[in-house]
């Protein structure tokens, strides 16, 4: 399953708007049984490690044998964020 991160905005930042992102695509996007998540980062402009960790952490908790996959990563500050949160 594909996921367009640029649809919760392009200025990803704080805390309380990925765990709100994360709980809206668990709602109404995530499910139990896809094999992998595709975590598009196109028309992302700025992703801080606080949004990235209540997104990405949440998923990775909850959805323990999904795949994650990024693609379009080339934007230096979804790149770093994506380092810390892969901590």
Same mark, same amino acid.
């Given at each position: 399953m594909r996921?367009?991160?640029?649809?919760?905005?392009?200025a990803?930042i704080?805390?309380?708007?990925g765990r709100?992102a994360?709980l809206?695509?668990r709602?109404?996007?995530?499910k139990k049984?896809?094999?992998?998540? $595709?975590?598009?980062f196109?028309? $992302?402009?700025v992703?801080?490690?606080s949004w990235?960790?209540?997104?990405?952490?949440?998923i990775?908790?909850?959805?323990v044998?999904?795949?994650?996959?990024?693609?379009?990563?080339t934007n230096?500050s979804v790149q770093?964020?994506?380092?810390w $949160?892969?901590n």
């Amino acid at each position: 399953m594909r996921i367009d991160i640029g649809k919760f905005g392009n200025a990803l930042i704080s805390r309380p708007e990925g765990r709100e992102a994360f709980l809206s695509a668990r709602a109404y996007i995530l499910k139990k049984d896809e094999k992998e998540f $595709v975590l598009d980062f196109i028309n $992302v402009e700025v992703l801080t490690p606080s949004w990235a960790d209540e997104f990405i952490s949440a998923i990775k908790k909850e959805f323990v044998h999904t795949a994650i996959i990024y693609e379009n990563t080339t934007n230096p500050s979804v790149q770093e964020s994506l380092k810390w $949160v892969s901590n």
